[in-house]
């Protein structure tokens, strides 16, 4: 049997039929923030894909400062019977289904809100399209963390298996955490103790709220990729923080929409080994320092690679988002034994400023063809997907449609 068909048990108790992982993949498939027909028929079909963990894109807490306009959103529990319509198609065949639980803080676009919040007033400045964030008061920044702990609580009562934090990429936990985007006097400032307070009040929230043996994920960048951002020191305090509290799986990654490293760019001629160096390297520092159990997510592309990482004993899972999303059949072969390679798809696009929407417009696109029961296009133009995404964010954002 090869090691990513061994089953895992987490610190909840929770067991996990394999060790691959779809990672969250924002769906924009939300209708007036619920959960959709399209949404649920995704769902379902990677619930069958072979993953023994699927964990959703990024559901927001609030409404005003969405990731992206169809965004889904869990306020409170109006939209419950939805919700268990998706959770119950998502974990069919075993799967575990989490959510990821975000706020966008300054990374909430103009198509979601003109008046973003932030834990300091440090704009995102990328194609205008990004206002300017107010400072939160220390009494809003509770707030939002009440908004975390209570959508965590209907998550659970909506049937997901779990949930996952959403600490890395540029959104809000993120600014909190990085001290280029948090330049706060109050609790939630200052040294790395004081930024990464609001992410652990939240994880203390949740698990006061969801009970010892409900799997509490957070994802986490192992660096900005920026001078002066949340750096692997940083990073290495938190950890150690979140394995006090007994999390069940930390999922490394990195990058901000200043430098989104989570796409790992230029990737395409080094191995893969040199290309996932900087996760990997890192998470050795994690394992040399705690017991956390541990998920890199970003360029694995060979199953020969990623069982040599699991038999190393170097990773526990391992999280995928695009090979889900070039080929349809993923990851049924690497666990019927079959070593083919996933590909990348090399599209190329001239206008630099442009390229993260494109690159985002056509994995979207794609995501939205398996919603729909349909075959992917992997030769859909990038340009197209500018428009098509630009097209979407504003029809959604702007006139609710
Ligand atoms: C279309 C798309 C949407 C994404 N949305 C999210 C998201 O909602 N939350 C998140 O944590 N990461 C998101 N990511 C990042 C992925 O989870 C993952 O970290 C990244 O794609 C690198 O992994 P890969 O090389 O296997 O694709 C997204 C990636 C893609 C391609």
Known sequence: MSQMNQPITLPSGAVIKNRICKAAMTERLAIKNNASKQLINLYRFWANSGAGLIISGNIMVDKRYKEAAANLVIENDQHLDKLKELTKAATANGTHFWAQISHGGRQSSIFSTFKPVAPSAVQ?????????????????????????INAAAICKNAGFTGIQIHAAHGYLISQFLSPITNKRSDKYGGDIQGRATFLLEVIDGCKKALGEDYPISVKLNSADFQKG????????????????????LLEISGGTYDNIAFFNKNNQRESTRAREAYFLDFAKSIREQSAIPLMVTGGFRTAEFCNEVLENKELDMIGFGRPFLVDRTFPQPWLDGHNNQIKDVDYSFNIKQLKDMAEAGFFDYQIHRIAANKELNLSYSPFMAVLRMTKNEMLKGWFKL
């Open 124 to 148: 995102l400045k990328k194609l205008g399209l990004f206002a300017k964030p107010r400072a939160l008061k220390t009494e809003e920044a509770e707030e939002i963390i009440q908004k975390y």
């Open 229 to 248: 951002g949340f750096d692997e020191k940083d990073a290495l305090y938190v950890i150690k923080e979140l394995e006090k509290r007994k999390i069940d």
